[in-house]
């Protein structure tokens, strides 16, 4: 190979959020990481106002728990009214969460992809190109070859990666390259996004989030994050039948729309622009040595928030399975769960997104008001319900179907150890993690066989205690301070579970005598997917366990 190419472990296009994300999480691995993004000024202008729970705890488990409050405050009750503010349906944003804290926090997407770009930064194991565009990806057995552009110069490098990510947006080249088609699953609407700031010292009189489904405007009006103490604010606008798009980008026309709710008087306009919003799910996800994530996978409407977490799922999902490739614990084949684990969950995700947006993108009256009706009247379909994983490494029963709970994420929450409260995942640190309640745990630790003691061992995987109370607990034992763990193993009729780096339930025993066979099932289905563990896995990062 000739010297001046460079080989990296991971090549990524783009550097929006999921291109962030998915640096770091690589970088905290140990891996090689090269960006190229054409940009050099990176975009400074909101997309994303909000991120879920689950996207909260893998944001904190990368470091980022004690920054992330002052970038974010907890999403209120989502209520959509029809033209008369009569509510037709509520989803609650504020209540708590399996993974702690609410359902739903909002963000000012500058400000938290700044803090994602520090974290960066500070990863010498990153080499990051901005005003840097892809031109050309392919590939051998051996690696990914990209050559690259300097967008100022022209001038044209190639590198060299053991694995190609591409986070390159709805017009990906990566998923071009891996001969992936979109499946248009048939939503299309345009929306004028407007992003406001509130003069110092003005409270607007507005709902705190809501979508007014008004068929003479649709109308949503939601938070749109903080920054440096200061909350924004969001409107977005249907398109209506016979309206341009020209017509609703200039200035002027969004101050006459925002006029019944704000004025110039009281804040300002950050941004506004018209935005098409879209159903898009790729076919393909990988080929070889070449993956795609984020919107150049899937593309959907903006009603459920879930845009910019699907892209974040998809690099929680894959960095763990990439550690193993990369540091030899598997072959190749373990990334082939990385799409049948991804698209069927992202596909429910655009379904649900979907549902509402057609609840909202109704400009016709009397279509409006049969939608009312059905509402008031009991008739109209209920949400579907926010998904868990379907497929993929999920331990199944003997007829082949997912045994649950397997597949749902797991519960997250303070614990106390040793004198000391911290996050679950500080003190389990990442990895597998084999967690029991307190009463069976003992036994089942003490008839863990030898085989399976190894075999999680190799995987570098902990097997954690849990308690209610204090009272019960020893030093080792993790009190429930929030009542996740406990509540939750009753309510599935466990005692041991098996989480997943990702966060989601593997599997899951009741009593004692049932760990070895959880155990030795993951055991297998690893093998299955191409995992092949030597002695010792490798060094983990300890948690807080074992530095107490």
Request: glycine letters at 8%; a negative charge.
């Amino acid at each position: 190979m000739p010297q001046d190419i460079p080989l990296y472990d991971v090549v990524q296009i783009g550097y929006g959020p999921v291109s962030e994300i998915m640096a770091l999480a690589l970088a905290r691995q140990g891996r090689s990481v090269a960006v190229f993004e054409r940009w050099r000024e990176r975009f400074a202008l909101p997309r994303a106002v909000c991120i879920d729970h689950e996207l909260y705890r893998v944001l904190s488990a990368l470091g980022m728990g004690d920054a992330l409050p002052a970038v974010s405050h907890a999403g209120p009750m989502y209520r959509w009214f029809n033209a008369d503010w009569k509510e037709l349906l509520a989803i609650d944003w504020q209540s708590e969460s399996i993974s702690g804290g609410p359902q739903v926090n909002f963000v000012h997407q500058p400000t938290l992809e700044r803090m994602f770009d520090e974290q960066v930064a500070a990863c010498p194991n990153v080499a990051l190109h901005l005003g840097w565009e892809a031109v050309e990806a392919t590939q051998t057995a051996e690696h990914v070859e990209l050559v690259v552009r300097e967008v100022d110069t022209g001038e044209r490098r190639t590198v060299r990666a053991k694995y190609l990510i591409g986070a390159d947006g709805a017009n990906s080249l990566v998923r071009e390259a891996i001969g992936a088609t979109q499946e248009d699953r048939g939503f299309e609407a345009d929306w004028l996004v407007i992003d406001v700031l509130p003069h110092a010292g003005v409270t607007l009189d507005i709902p705190p989030a809501a979508q007014w489904c008004n068929p003479a405007r649709p109308t949503t009006i939601v938070p749109a994050g903080v920054k440096d103490g200061r909350y924004f604010r969001r409107w977005e606008f249907m398109r209506l039948p016979g309206e341009s798009r020209a017509s609703l980008e200039h200035e002027d026309r969004a101050w006459e729309l925002l006029a019944p709710w704000v004025t110039p008087e009281q804040a300002s306009i950050v941004r506004h622009k018209v935005y098409t919003f879209r159903s898009l799910l790729a076919n393909r996800w990988r080929k070889g040595r070449m993956l795609i994530a984020g919107d150049a996978a899937h593309v959907m409407p903006p009603f459920m928030g879930q845009g910019l977490c699907a892209g974040l799922r998809d690099d929680w999902n894959l960095a763990w399975k990439l550690d193993l490739v990369l540091g030899g614990q598997a072959d190749d084949t373990l990334l082939d769960s990385y799409q049948p684990e991804r698209r069927p969950h992202v596909s429910d995700v655009i379904d649900l997104s979907m549902y509402l947006g057609r609840i909202i993108c109704m400009p016709d009256a009397a279509d409006a008001a049969a939608r009312d009706a059905a509402f008031f009247g009991g008739t109209a379909a209920p949400p579907p319900a926010f998904p868990c994983l379907s497929d993929g490494i999920l331990r199944r029963g003997a007829d082949g179907a997912v045994q649950a709970p397997a597949g749902l994420l797991s519960p997250h929450g303070r614990v106390r150890v040793g004198g000391r409260t911290a996050r679950f995942d500080a003190v389990a640190g990442p990895g597998f993690v084999l967690v029991s309640r307190q009463a069976p745990a003992r036994a089942a630790q003490a008839a863990l066989g030898a085989r399976q003691r190894a075999f999680l061992d190799a995987l570098g995987a902990r097997h954690l205690v849990v308690a209610a109370d204090t009272a019960a607990a020893d030093a080792a034992t993790l009190v429930d301070l929030d009542r996740k763990f406990i509540p939750f193993m009753d309510a599935h009729g466990i005692d041991t579970m098996l989480v997943r780096p990702d966060f989601y339930l593997y599997g899951a025993a009741t009593g004692p005598a049932g760990v070895d066979g959880l155990v030795d099932d993951l055991a297998r289905d690893l093998a299955r997917h191409g995992v092949h563990l030597g002695a010792r896995a490798g060094a983990r990062e300890p948690g807080l366990l074992a530095l107490a």
